[in-house]
């Protein structure tokens, strides 16, 4: 049974960080890219960044560059999302993604909230 479990999220202020993780079970994960995604309420499903099988390659919303790292642990079967200098607009469901050959998988989400 294929699973994606989001974990990490929380209410932070502004300015701060927080680390999401992604692990995956059910199938192998070292095949597939993974990325993040988010949503707030009203809005559409966004990418905010991906990373390749390998971890080789990494790419970022420019909304997110230079604050946000996405990578991954192919030996733990999980991505991370790093976020730092989290801003009240980076608030969201945060959803991972994994993708390959026309497979897709999603989790379940998990909810930032950046506030004072």
């Known amino acids: 049974q294929v699973q994606l479990v989001e974990s990490g999220g929380g209410l932070v202020q502004p300015g701060g960080s927080l680390r999401l993780s992604c692990t995956a079970s059910?199938?192998?994960?070292?095949?597939?890219?993974m990325s993040w995604y988010r949503q707030a309420p009203g809005t559409e499903r966004e990418l905010v960044a991906g990373?390749?099988?390998?971890?080789?390659?990494?790419n970022y919303a420019d909304s997110v560059k230079g604050r946000f790292t996405i990578s991954r642990d192919n030996a733990k079967n999980t991505v991370y999302l790093q976020m730092n200098s989290l801003k009240p607009e980076d608030t969201a469901v945060y959803y991972c993604?994994?993708?390959?050959?026309?497979?897709?998988?999603w989790g379940q989400g998990t909810q930032v909230t950046v506030s004072s």
């Open positions: 993604r994994a993708s390959f050959l026309g497979r897709t998988y």
């Open positions: 059910g199938f192998t994960f070292s095949n597939y890219g």
């Open positions: 990373i390749t099988s390998t971890g080789g390659i990494t």
